[in-house]
């Protein structure tokens, strides 16, 4: 079955980076929304990429297979993601549940040390905004604030913004002009880009 632990694979490692200068940990950051978002939270959990990424931006983000099963409008997408052609029955077993899970980026959730930037669309069908929440959730539960001297609060390694009736794109002008500047201006401040 393919995962996207494997579809990862392919990806350059930060052991690459001799042999492709093009990849610069300083610069690199990810961007991906629904399947995108599922190997960009991949990637940002993965021991032999996450080097190679200052960021990540996770737009209505797939995290956890088996809780997007039952919530979602194309359950048998997770079932193709968490086990390829494989056939199956209703209802999933225990055991077919927790092979879900382990094929779910929120199953290695403790290696992500980049921050992130989660986009979510409250009325989401297609991947619920639970997924997103969990997301964030998992990471701050795992990865206190910074401490930033003079600060009042300490600051946030991970963000999200979420948009009150907004669905699976987020295509609302209004909504979808301000999740893409957002986005954009989140990962120029956390690569240091100077704004001109």
């Not at 990849?23 to 960009?40: C, E, N, V, W």
């Not at 209004?174 to 100077?194: D, G, I, R, Y």
């Amino acid at each position: 079955a393919g995962t996207g632990r494997e579809a990862t694979a392919a990806f350059p490692t930060a052991a690459d980076s001799e042999q492709f200068p093009i990849l610069d940990p300083a610069r690199g950051a990810l961007f991906g929304g629904s399947h995108g978002g599922f190997l960009t939270a991949w990637l940002l959990a993965s021991p032999k990429h996450k080097a190679l990424f200052r960021a990540g931006v996770l737009w209505n983000p797939v995290v956890d297979l088996p809780a997007m099963l039952a919530a979602t409008d194309i359950p048998e997408w997770c079932i193709a993601e968490g086990f390829g052609g494989a056939s199956f029955e209703w209802p999933l077993t225990p055991a077919q549940h927790a092979t879900l899970y382990a094929r779910s980026p929120i199953s290695s959730v403790d290696e992500v040390t980049a921050p992130t930037l989660t986009l979510i669309g409250a009325a989401d069908m297609r991947v619920p905004p639970s997924q997103g929440r969990e997301w964030l959730a998992a990471l701050e539960s795992r990865q206190p604030r910074p401490k930033v001297p003079g600060a009042a609060e300490p600051a946030t390694l991970h963000d999200a913004l979420e948009y009150e009736g907004e669905g699976h794109a987020i295509a609302g002008a209004e909504a979808n002009a301000h999740a893409v500047q957002s986005a954009v201006a989140w990962l120029l401040a956390k690569l240091e880009v100077p704004m001109q």
